[in-house]
């Protein structure tokens, strides 16, 4: 496990700063050239209109987030998703605790043309 937590310059050992997770999953996924990157969420994917959008290329996840549809966590998410797939990680996954077992759950981020 890898606790997503950081230090500050100021004083000897610095102020704790939490990290956000997804970016430092996307850091880390990039670093060590993984082939996917699975982000836990309390939903099964991302949602647009009430249905949950099963594929997604980075400009689309991007236009999401610029119309609104994908705010906060869901976008934080989806930009750390961005970093993984530009960083080299070929499919990355948004979804929930039961895509650890089922591998075509949830909303998939990847590549045009992969």
Known sequence: MISPVSRDGSGTMGSALNVNGDDAAAA???????TELLLLADVEGVMSDGVMVSS???AEALALIANGTAAGGMAAKLQA???????????VRISDIGAIE???????LRNTGD
Do not use: C, F, Q
């Open 102 to 108: 089922d591998l075509s759950r949830g909303t998939t």
């Open 81 to 91: 998703g961005i970093v993984a797939i530009e960083g080299g990680v070929r499919r």
């Open 56 to 58: 997604l290329t980075p």
């Open 28 to 34: 880390i996924a990039v670093a060590i050239g993984a």
